[in-house]
């Protein structure tokens, strides 16, 4: 009889499955057995700190700003009350998203490491959000497409950085999302656009779990000409390549 935490029927890692392909937790192969950081990664840690943004004015903690997380998702961060307050109308929708996600996550071991998972790689992430949906040759498909990234939980995993494994990472029309998910996208990029942001690339986190249970948080990256201006200028991999390599080997910018 399998544990609570456990896959039912425990297969194992299969070589011949493909990432894409992976259907349950059991399939995905081990997290590296290291207790110390990636040696390709920053220990400066300079691209969390300047992915570490106010939600409404964007400035970093590059900038000195103090950041505090909202009461009740204690996911988005703000750097004053006044842009706490600007941000709510925006916010409220995937705030009460987010924060159902969270309860419904507090029965399902490992789900509660999904949002530590992501602010480790927010870098990564957002660079490759931005990458996926071509903002470069078309700024507006952020309206009409969101990118789903697909984790399976590492429970063996030592340290945060390799305690999920992405099993696979899609472009999908807005129209394939939940009727209260579509509702969030166009005030959310309404109000980044007052704030001097071209808008919002909006990243749907999909955590699987054993016996088939699955917690969704959606997040967004706001961008600029900067920002697009950086892809341009660093050519490199394609982006689900990059992406999965750098959250599943642990490599943290």
Avoid at 25 to 30: E, F, L
Avoid at 69 to 82: A, G, P
Wanted: proline share 8%; net charge positive.
């Amino acid at each position: 009889m399998s544990k609570p935490n456990e896959c039912p029927h425990q297969t194992g890692p299969d070589p011949s499955v493909k990432d894409g392909d992976i259907v349950c937790s059991c399939q995905i192969p081990p997290a590296p057995l290291a207790d110390r950081r990636h040696p390709e990664s920053d220990p400066s840690r300079r691209g969390q700190k300047n992915y570490a943004q106010c939600q409404f004015c964007f400035k970093s903690k590059l900038d000195g700003v103090t950041l505090k997380k909202c009461s009740s998702c204690h996911l988005d961060e703000y750097c004053s009350r006044e842009c706490q307050k600007n941000a709510w109308p925006r916010h409220k929708a995937l705030c009460k998203r987010n924060t159902t996600a969270q309860q419904i996550g507090k029965g399902i071991p490992f789900s509660e490491g999904m949002w530590p998972f992501f602010r480790k790689h927010r870098p990564t992430i957002a660079n490759c959000a931005l990458a996926a949906l071509d903002l470069v040759a078309d700024r507006t498909r952020y309206l009409r497409f969101v990118l789903v990234i697909e984790l399976y939980p590492r429970p063996e995993s030592r340290r945060v950085e390799t305690s999920f494994y992405v099993a696979d990472a899609k472009v999908i029309p807005v129209e394939e999302l939940d009727v209260e998910a579509q509702g969030m996208i166009k005030p959310t990029l309404f109000e980044n656009e007052e704030a001097c942001s071209m808008g919002t690339a909006l990243v749907l986190l999909r955590g699987n779990f054993a016996h088939g249970d699955t917690v969704s948080s959606m997040t967004g990256i706001a961008f600029n000409i900067y920002s697009l201006l950086g892809l341009v200028q660093r050519p490199g991999p394609p982006w689900k390549e990059v992406l999965k390599r750098m959250l599943n080997e642990g490599i943290v910018l």
